[in-house]
C-alpha cells in the first residue's frame, strides 16, 4: 500500500478533469464556493476538511489540509481534537445503525 499512494499524486488533482472538462470544472467551482470563507472562516473548513479526511480515509486529502491548518496557524491541539470530533461522529453513525440488528433480534425474540 506505501506505493499505492504516493505525496507527488497530490500534485494531479487539478487534473481529474482531464477526460471531461465540464464537469472537472463545475467541480472545481462548486468546491471553490464551498470552501471560501462565509458564515464560517477559512480556518473552521479547513478544520472540518481534516476532520472529513480522516475519517474517510483519504491520504491525499488528509495531506492537504494538515498542510492548509498548518498555514492558518491551526495549532496540533485544535487538528487533534477536530479528528476525534470526526471518530466520535463515526462511532456514533455505525452504534445509530445497530437500531437495524436490535429490531432483528427482537422480532425473532418474539
Given at each position: 500500500?506505501?506505493?499505492?499512494?504516493?505525496?507527488?499524486?497530490?500534485?494531479?488533482?487539478?487534473?481529474?478533469?482531464?477526460?471531461?472538462?465540464?464537469?472537472?470544472?463545475?467541480?472545481?467551482?462548486?468546491?471553490?464556493?464551498?470552501?471560501?470563507?462565509?458564515?464560517?472562516?477559512?480556518r473552521e473548513k479547513a478544520l472540518?476538511?481534516?476532520?472529513?479526511?480522516?475519517?474517510?480515509?483519504?491520504?491525499?486529502?488528509?495531506?492537504?489540509?494538515?498542510?492548509?491548518?498548518?498555514?492558518?496557524?491551526?495549532?496540533?491541539?485544535?487538528?487533534?481534537?477536530?479528528?476525534?470530533?470526526?471518530?466520535?461522529?463515526?462511532?456514533?453513525?455505525?452504534?445509530?445503525?445497530?437500531?437495524?440488528?436490535?429490531?432483528?433480534?427482537?422480532?425473532?425474540?418474539?
Amino acid at each position: 500500500m506505501a506505493d499505492y499512494y504516493e505525496q507527488k499524486d497530490l500534485a494531479d488533482f487539478a487534473n481529474i478533469g482531464e477526460y471531461s472538462p465540464e464537469l472537472g470544472k463545475k467541480y472545481f467551482d462548486y468546491y471553490g464556493e464551498a470552501m471560501q470563507a462565509g458564515a464560517l472562516s477559512a480556518r473552521e473548513k479547513a478544520l472540518i476538511a481534516l476532520a472529513v479526511a480522516t475519517t474517510q480515509k483519504c491520504p491525499y486529502c488528509i495531506d492537504a489540509y494538515t498542510n492548509v491548518c498548518l498555514s492558518l496557524g491551526v495549532s496540533h491541539e485544535e487538528m487533534m481534537e477536530a479528528v476525534h470530533v470526526g471518530a466520535a461522529m463515526v462511532a456514533g453513525v455505525v452504534l445509530a445503525h445497530s437500531t437495524q440488528m436490535r429490531k432483528i433480534i427482537k422480532k425473532k425474540e418474539m
